[in-house]
């Protein structure tokens, strides 16, 4: 049975469920090292909790091959120190990414800063 | 060797954003790699050296130069519109030895510190706890540089300890850059480190009170600060309370601080004989745009270390009465911080709801405060006992020529020994205003230079003997202010400055604020 609905309603129910598709698949998460002093950066004037910090972003896709398992992505700026913070960030098309090439393509979006280096 | 980077960044702005200020160049000097040079020393002498290198490019230039740490000072007291040095990184740390004290000192090696000017509050903090140590008092948060801190007098909130330059026993400053400019400075009166010590860090020894109190609160004026000597204490813990009170008993005890005969107390909070215990803080908070009959305020309790409490840094994140301007844009934010709307919410509501308990060390107690925005404070230094009056009279202020869109606060410190310290009386009690930046003219409100300086205004009207915090907002340029605060104060310091650097090298460490204030003047 073919269902016809008033147009509309059908832009209100097609924006109803991107709306519920998009936004719970965008989020980010920060994780905090709560002992850390974080490495500042006296040039970074950014208006949020990255404010004199010296912030690393990392935003690529990479690419996975059919029998690769674990996928570990390498970072060295903070060499032995560790991380201050680190954020992920989720969003539509990197869920959508991942969906259509079942996984073997991910997008990988983090922010992160490293721990001072002290003496 | 330790390396410097040069950025010629036109303009600088505090971390709070109260600028910008107009500024040439920004140096950073990076430390050899321990890899390197593997001693301590070394590299702690290689970086006065590299100073000292810059100190003489900002002389050969007849400019100023200024270290900075952390830039969370209000005022512009960090800025040199010439050459702006970021500590941050330098900041090696070391306990003091049994053999580096002093013949005659009466402090125990195992309490002492030295740090490099760049070490912000949580480092040393981290540091000492690693030794079984812990400050004694830090300020609201811990992000401060350890320079900036005693530099500008950040003072706390703990009723008989002080502000953090006041467990400062030794300087090592850096006035010029010649050989003798290394300069190695104590009480006379209070010995700590042999002059050994000094000549390892290849600093010239000056042991004079006068001296070494006016270089305490020294404003970035007394040369670059490089090391710190400070004297820690034994770990121990803080138990939080937030209550709400009757407005008068808290002013009652803001007036007399006596706490043990006060018909308040908190239980479990009491001595044997049943008296309420002295806290060791004590802070209220208030919002005057509304007749409360009751106050919120704070009250934290030292007690004895023990390994195993409820992690409280889950309960910091949350609380909201701790540092004013997290108290405050916790309001701002369920109005979008539009100020008019935060103006009419403040008339109309009281504070919100008090935090529980909670306890954990000194770090933990006054933890990470993360960037509130555009945000202002000014606070005044007055005599505890003439604080319900001073209130009065700028409470009355914000309501009839504001309003601003701020709260206020009153936290009360022990009397400093350092000549131009914010904490000038027996027990001084801050009463400071935080908020949001505004824009006078679009809100058609009084703007915040008017504001601070119509409060100096009123507190002379009303004959109340105060200081301003240095590190805060305030009408620096009023005429006569620094002179009307410390009277005669202002003049030894000046003179102690003159005695400590030459002509030449009094103009390399002056700045704006000094010559605003008038304290950049020069005794032949």
Known sequence: MLIVLPCKKAIFLLSLLLYLGIVPACYSVRVMNKDAVPEPDPMNTSPDFYRGKLTHVLDTVIGLKLLDGDFHLIVKPCSSRGFYSFEYKVDFGGVMLSAITFGKKRKVKIKYVCIKETD | ?524
């Not at chain 2, 830090?138 to 006041?166: E, F, M, R, Y």
């Not at chain 2, 706490?259 to 060791?280: L, M, Q, S, V, Y």
Request: glycine share 8%; with cysteine.
């Open chain 2, 1 to 524: 060797m330790a390396t410097t980077t040069k950025h010629e960044i036109g303009k600088w702005d505090t971390f709070h954003n109260n600028g910008p200020f107009e500024t040439r160049v920004m140096y950073k000097t990076h430390l050899e790699g321990k890899g390197n040079m593997p001693n301590w020393l070394d590299r702690y002498n290689d970086a006065a050296k590299e100073i000292q290198r810059l100190l003489q490019e900002a002389l050969d230039k007849k400019e100023g130069f200024r270290g900075y740490g952390s830039g969370w000072s209000m005022s512009h007291i960090a800025h040199q519109k010439h050459n702006m040095h970021f500590n941050a990184f330098m900041n090696l740390k070391k306990a003091i030895s049994f053999d580096e004290m002093h013949t005659s000192t009466n402090y125990k090696h195992e309490n002492l510190f030295f740090f490099q000017s760049g070490n912000v509050i949580k480092e040393i903090s981290n540091f000492l706890f690693d030794h079984g140590k812990s400050l004694k008092a830090t300020g609201a948060s811990n992000g401060q540089s350890i320079a900036g801190c005693i530099s500008t007098g950040v003072h706390g909130s703990a009723l008989n300890v002080g502000a953090v330059q006041d467990y400062v026993i030794g300087i090592n400053l850096l006035i010029g850059p010649g050989i003798n400019d290394n300069v190695y400075l104590e009480r006379d009166t209070k010995h700590a480190l042999n002059n050994a010590f000094a000549e390892k860090i290849n600093a010239r020894v000056i042991r004079n009170d006068a001296m070494f109190n006016a270089a305490l609160v020294g404003l970035g004026a007394f040369g670059f600060v490089h090391g710190v000597l400070l004297e820690a204490e034994d770990r121990f813990l803080l138990k939080r309370y937030v209550k709400r009170v009757d407005k008068n008993t808290a002013l009652q005890l803001a007036a007399n601080m006596d706490f043990e005969n006060a018909d308040f107390h908190i239980p479990g909070e009491t001595d044997a004989n049943g008296k309420p215990n002295r806290p060791f803080h004590y802070k209220i908070f208030i919002n005057p745009y509304v007749e409360d009959a009751e106050y919120v305020i704070e009250l934290i309790f030292k007690k004895p270390y023990q390994v195993n409490y409820p992690d409280p840094i889950p309960i910091i994140k949350k609380a909201i009465y701790r540092d004013l301007i997290v108290l405050f844009t916790s309001i701002a934010e369920r109005c979008k911080r539009s100020i008019p709307k935060i103006i009419k919410l403040l008339h109309k509501s009281i504070l919100p709801p008090v935090d529980i308990e909670l306890t954990g060390t000194l770090a933990e107690t006054f933890w990470d405060a993360p960037y509130q925005g555009p945000a202002f404070a000014c606070a005044v230094g007055i005599d505890a006992a003439n604080s319900p009056k001073a209130l009065q009279l700028l409470i009355q202020l914000a309501r009839n020529e504001g309003p601003v869109p701020g709260i206020y606060a009153m936290r009360f410190v022990k009397k400093s020994e350092a000549t131009l310290a914010f904490t000038r009386f027996s027990i001084t009690c801050m009463l400071e205003i935080d908020g949001l930046i505004w824009n006078a003219k679009n809100n058609k409100m009084i703007s915040l230079t008017g504001f601070c300086k119509r409060t100096i205004e009123v507190l002379i009207a009303n004959q109340i003997p105060f200081t301003l915090h240095w590190g805060k907002n305030a009408d620096w340029s009023f005429p006569g202010l620094v002179q009307h605060m410390y009277g005669n104060d202002a003049t030894i310091w000046k003179k102690q400055r003159s005695k400590l650097l030459t002509k030449e090298t009094a103009a390399l460490f002056s700045n704006g604020f000094l010559d605003d204030t008038g304290l950049s003047e020069y005794f032949d």
